[in-house]
């Protein structure tokens, strides 16, 4: 999810707009983690197991 729909439980405004600190903090945060920040393990290691397969069909296919 991207903090731009996210609401702030201490001002309950758009976390985006960052009118208290803890806005700005939670604002911050989401920035550095990047696009793949929200992403949790299960879904990397569903995500790896679908490109291995992927690349072994392809392989399979060219032989």
């Known amino acids: ?3 731009d729909r996210l609401v702030c439980a201490n001002c309950a405004a758009p976390v985006s707009q960052g009118r ?8 911050q945060r989401l920035q550095q983690e ?10 990397l290691i569903a995500l ?12 399979q296919h060219t032989v």
């Open 1 to 3: 999810m991207t903090f």
């Open 20 to 27: 208290c600190p803890v806005c700005r903090a939670s604002r």
């Open 34 to 43: 990047g696009p793949s920040g929200g992403l949790n393990p299960a879904a």
């Open 48 to 59: 790896l197991v679908i490109l291995v397969a992927a690349v072994a069909l392809v392989a």
